[in-house]
């Protein structure tokens, strides 16, 4: 089932074509985006994300066009439909693992029990259990990347694109 359809995309800064024509489907569940510094898969990443609106082409979630979301509608897709993986993890250093993988799930309505519950069982799964109290800066780089990945799985977003492409050259 395609989630996300992108048609004839096209990103520009300046005079420099950063993305051209860009066609592709994600599908539900894991997707990774991979290639070279400097392709366009940070560029690409903001434009789904729906942080950078400013774009040619098309970008349909579901059927519905991204463009056409009200921030109640991006909100929703953002919490609830995306999850992203990004290079510099996005962690807040002097919090705690757990407080770290927690703080999205503050923004449900699950209770105290539940949010602890859910984060104690994909700490477990990626195997952070031992280290959900300490703090972010004390970790590996690869620790780090582990928590940034629970963050994103203990939400269940539809998508989770982190790509379906590789990108051996830059996107145009």
């Known amino acids: 089932v395609v989630m996300l359809k992108i048609k004839n995309l096209s990103k520009s800064f300046g005079d420099k074509k950063v993305i051209k024509n860009l066609n592709v489907n994600f599908h539900k569940g894991l997707n990774f985006i991979l ?8 560029t690409l ?13 098309l970008i349909t979630y579901k059927g519905k066009e991204l463009k056409s979301f009200s921030e109640k ?17 996005g962690l807040i250093e002097h919090l705690s693992v757990e407080d770290n993988v927690k703080m999205v799930l503050n923004l449900t309505k699950d209770s105290e029990e539940v949010i602890n519950e859910k984060v104690n069982l994909i700490l477990k799964r990626i195997g952070m259990s031992k280290l959900a109290k300490e703090k972010i800066a004390t970790l590996s780089g690869g620790q780090k990347q582990r928590v940034a990945i629970a963050r ?15 990108i051996k050259k830059q996107l145009t």
Do not use: C, H
Not at 152 to 166: E, F, K, N, Y
């Open 35 to 42: 290639g070279p510094s400097g392709s366009g898969k940070s």
């Open 45 to 57: 990443l903001k434009i789904i994300s729906g942080m950078d609106k400013e774009y040619e082409g």
């Open 73 to 89: 509608d991006m909100n929703s897709y953002y919490f609830n439909s995306i999850g992203f993986v990004w290079q510099n993890f």
């Open 152 to 166: 994103v799985l203990v939400t269940r977003a539809d998508l989770r694109p982190s790509g379906i492409i590789r």
